[in-house]
């Protein structure tokens, strides 16, 4: 498509009825999607649709189709009013809070990642702002992706909003290059981060004047590790105490936080060749990092997924283990759950290792949760990730060709375990019950190369498992009965109970197997165990074991409890 520029759109409605809002401009037509079809399994638009945006050089023109729509998207509710949209930019000072550098950000992503800077750079940079200028199509094309939903949004004309923002535009340029002529932003390097910090901590503009400063110092850098070498040696270096401390963090935080929000900053911090899931492990402990390491002391699980952090990411997780960067510890959470609620596997080519990660980030994020990211959020995050991993071709790999039955079931159990929502846990019930219920299973407890004692003890392990994976009682029930018949048919064909009650043993200790049986420990509840009670109220009933118990208090004390554990208590 040559003399022609395409870019991605995404537009939501907040509730049915209200107008078209941009949410998302983007080269990648797959992020577009994806965004979109997060959006709505999040519930937070009543309707999203994707756009392709097709830039004509010649006509500088943009021309609009839509690929994609999702929601109620032409449900009109007469009853509910137009929802304002958010005010323009009017001022340069605008476009440095948070909402404008992250839509800048948006907007100049291609341009920001060919100059390896953030959008903080970008406001602060004279040297910056200069080359996009030069570039000529980058802002124009910045403008234009903006300029057309904001129209449509505020019945305005297209043009009127593109004379608008380079109007805007031109006069933060010009207040950045004449306050650079005036020398009024500061030289940190020279001067001392801590002297400028103090000089200006009461002025109007600090966050400004001292953004310059910063993004200065860190120009020189490049990489994203190495701005943010630079970036914690400004924190060292920040007044101790005071006004100024307070000025000069603030102002550090906003460049942080956005090198470790893309996926670029984040990978060069952590580490490179890393899978999802690992590169999550390595997020989790750099911005949980207290919480992640009180958790190591005690689970091995944990332990075995968290990689070591690097040394510069081992400094900034204790700088983020304090309050003065909350915003940043946060925008880090929220990356985190955005990649749990996304479509790509955790550790593609190993299903197991994904439930073990998946597993330990649970507990890490949980038990950091409120200091880094509020519990429910957390909970949906996971929810959503435990639907990935009851698919069919998740199970298929997970399982794979090598297993038993009586492993397939154990690792059923064990996803079922790991997994949260009422819903996924249904559906991992369901899995269990297709391998319990299948021909393969019962054949091959049954006819297995173990003893009867051994097959039966292996049947009561999983009753019990099933029991405590939080499944409902009307999901697990039947899956216990059908272990439970299996059960019997096995102690049936090897007529345990009576073997055991015969046997040329002590009767203490026949009592006590037979009881075992009963109570569940060594055989699923069912057949077998209602024939091991039988043998066993027989047992106990002779005088010579009466005798025997009232000989021996502590083997009474042990029998009582097998009594009423197999509920023959009277």
Not at 106 to 134: C, I, M, Q, S, Y
Not at 193 to 201: D, G
Not at 289 to 307: D, G, N, T
Request: aromatic residues 4%.
């Amino acid at each position: 498509m040559s003399g022609t520029r395409v870019h991605f759109e995404v537009f939501v409605r907040k509730i049915a009825g209200a107008p078209w809002t941009l949410n998302l401009a983007t080269e990648d037509r797959a992020t577009a999607l994806e965004t979109a079809r997060d959006l709505m399994a999040e519930g937070r638009v009543a309707a999203v649709k994707v756009t392709k945006e097709v830039f004509d050089e010649e006509s500088r023109e943009f021309n609009s189709v839509v690929i994609q729509k999702l929601g109620a998207a032409d449900t009109a509710a007469k009853s509910t009013p137009r929802e304002e949209p958010q005010p323009l930019c009017v001022t340069p000072q605008d476009l440095y809070t948070v909402h404008a550098r992250e839509r800048i950000g948006r907007l100049l992503e291609g341009w920001l990642d060919r100059n390896n800077a953030t959008p903080f750079e970008l406001l602060h940079r004279p040297d910056l702002v200069e080359k996009l200028e030069a570039s000529g199509t980058d802002l124009q094309h910045a403008i234009q992706k903006i300029a057309v939903p904001e129209a449509h949004a505020r019945a305005m004309s297209v043009h009127e909003l593109i004379r608008a923002f380079h109007a805007l535009i031109e006069r933060a340029v010009e207040r950045l290059l004449k306050d650079q002529k005036k020398g009024l932003l500061p030289d940190v390097d020279r001067e001392g981060f801590a002297v400028a910090a103090e000089r200006l901590a009461a002025h109007p503009e600090r966050g400004y004047l001292l953004g310059a400063g910063v993004a200065a110092s860190i120009a020189p850098a490049a990489t994203w590790s190495g701005k943010v070498t630079r970036l914690m040696d400004l924190a060292d270096a920040a007044p101790a105490r005071g006004p100024g401390r307070n000025a000069a963090l603030d102002v550090i935080q906003q460049p942080l936080s956005e090198i470790l929000e893309t996926k670029s900053g984040m990978t060069d911090v952590t580490g490179r060749g890393r899978d999802l899931g690992a590169t999550l492990a390595a997020m989790t402990r750099l911005a949980a990092f207290e919480a992640v390491e009180r958790l190591i002391l005690v689970e091995k699980s944990v332990q075995k997924v968290m990689p070591e952090l690097s040394p510069l990411a081992l400094r900034l997780a204790k700088w983020l283990s304090g309050e003065q960067f909350k915003e940043t510890r946060a925008a880090i959470g929220r990356r985190i759950l955005r990649e749990l609620t996304g479509p790509r596997r955790l550790c593609p080519g190993d299903a197991e290792r994904e439930i073990d990660v998946l597993r330990a980030l649970a507990m890490s994020l949980t038990a950091a949760a409120g200091n880094l990211l509020p519990l429910e959020d957390v909970q949906a995050a996971f929810a959503a990730r435990s639907r990935m991993l009851v698919t069919g071709d998740f199970v298929e790999a997970y399982l794979g060709q090598e297993r038993t039955s009586f492993e397939e079931v154990e690792a059923l159990i064990w996803l079922t375990e790991n997994i949260i929502g009422a819903a996924n846990k249904r559906q991992a019930a369901g899995w269990v019950k297709a391998v319990v219920n299948s021909l393969k299973f019962e054949k091959e407890l049954t006819d297995g190369h173990e003893s009867p004692g051994e097959r039966l003890s292996k049947l009561a392990g999983l009753s019990r498992a099933v029991a405590r994976c939080g499944l409902v009682t009307e999901d697990y029930q039947p899956i216990q009965e059908k272990l439970g018949v299996i059960g019997g048919e096995v102690e049936g064909r090897a007529r345990l109970s009576q073997s055991l009650a015969a046997a040329n043993a002590p009767l203490i200790q026949r009592l006590t197997l037979l009881l075992k049986l009963a109570a569940g420990e060594s055989a699923p509840q069912g057949p077998a165990a209602a024939r091991a009670r039988s043998e066993a109220l027989k047992l106990f009933k002779l005088d010579a074991t009466r005798a025997e118990l009232a000989a021996s208090p502590t083997q009474m004390a042990q029998v009582r409890e097998l009594i009423q554990a197999a509920g023959m208590a009277a």
